[in-house]
């Protein structure tokens, strides 16, 4: 692979870790445990993840062209996306004594980062685009309106 090709696979990294930081901006205005970087890790990691299996794929078969061997894209997502569930899952909190739970939101956040930069990598940007300002949206305006309609000890976040 030569290096406009890594240049171009690099591009779509910086892409997914910018798009996962926009969702980290929010969670930080918000004064949450993952912020910024956390996502663009998470976006950027999952960008590089897919890609590189994508490498190998290519790289296996030129190396090795008369043997017989297997992928399954989907195998490699649904690994990624067990992994960045237990960071999500790390970030979630149960306060001792009450049924409040924390920053459950958060941890969808990076989980829906994950998924930002899953499709990046596969080439979906306006998708992840997407995907990215509709997580902002919902994390803002929802917030409004249960602070204006949820009683307070019932807000999970």
Do not use: C, W
């Amino acid at each position: 692979m030569d290096y406009i090709q890594q240049l171009s696979i690099l591009g779509l990294v910086v892409i997914a870790g910018l798009l996962g930081g926009l969702i980290g901006v929010e969670r930080e205005f918000s004064h949450k445990s993952a912020g910024v970087r956390t996502h663009m890790f998470v976006a950027s990691s999952a960008a590089a993840l897919v890609l590189i299996a994508n490498y190998l794929i290519d790289y296996f078969a030129f190396a090795h062209p008369f043997a017989s061997f297997q992928t399954d894209p989907i195998r490699i997502i649904q690994a990624i996306v067990i992994g960045f569930s237990f960071i999500g899952a790390g970030v979630i909190f149960k306060d001792i004594g009450s049924a409040n739970i924390r920053n459950l939101t958060t941890a969808a956040s990076i989980f829906a980062t994950t998924a930002v930069g899953i499709a990046v990598a596969v080439g979906l940007i306006y998708f992840a685009i997407g995907i990215t300002l509709f997580v902002i949206i919902v994390n803002l305006l929802i917030m409004k309106v249960e602070k204006n309609l949820v009683p307070k000890e019932y807000t999970r976040e």
